[in-house]
């Protein structure tokens, strides 16, 4: 199954842009589902998670900017990202479990994943 995300593009530091993450087709229900960002040439980061009792975590650098939401039965998922800064811009992707628990935030890679959409952030 192969996540769909979109939403991304380029705003100037201080805007807002919202993500979406779609499944390609039905799978099954997710435990977990998460956002992450990479730059070129630097480690993945999680951004955010969302369980099914709507549990919610934060990377410290997004936290009361970023809002994770979703529907763990539908394994659709969103990341509104208000007050943008610079360090924002990356290729966000957005990932769920698809029913295999692994922890939340997970203890190894998540199963399904997106391709990824650019956010840049401009001064």
């Known amino acids: 199954v192969q996540l769909v995300e979109s939403g991304g593009g380029s705003v100037q530091a201080g805007g807002s842009l919202r993500l979406s993450c779609a499944p390609s087709k039905d799978t099954d229900a997710s435990f977990c589902m998460g956002w992450f960002r990479q730059v070129p040439g630097k480690q993945r980061e999680a951004v955010a998670f969302?369980?099914?009792?709507?549990?919610?975590t934060y990377t410290d650098s997004v936290k009361g900017r970023f809002t994770i939401s979703g529907d763990v039965w539908k394994n659709t998922l969103y990341l509104q990202m208000n007050s943008l800064k610079t360090e924002d811009t990356a290729m966000y992707y957005c990932?769920?479990?698809?029913?295999?628990?692994?922890?939340?935030?997970?203890?190894?890679?998540?199963?399904?994943w997106g391709r990824g959409t650019q956010v840049t952030v401009s001064s």
């Open positions: 990932a769920v479990d698809g029913g295999v628990w692994v922890g939340c935030p997970p203890s190894v890679d998540f199963y399904f």
């Open positions: 969302i369980d099914r009792d709507g549990v919610t």
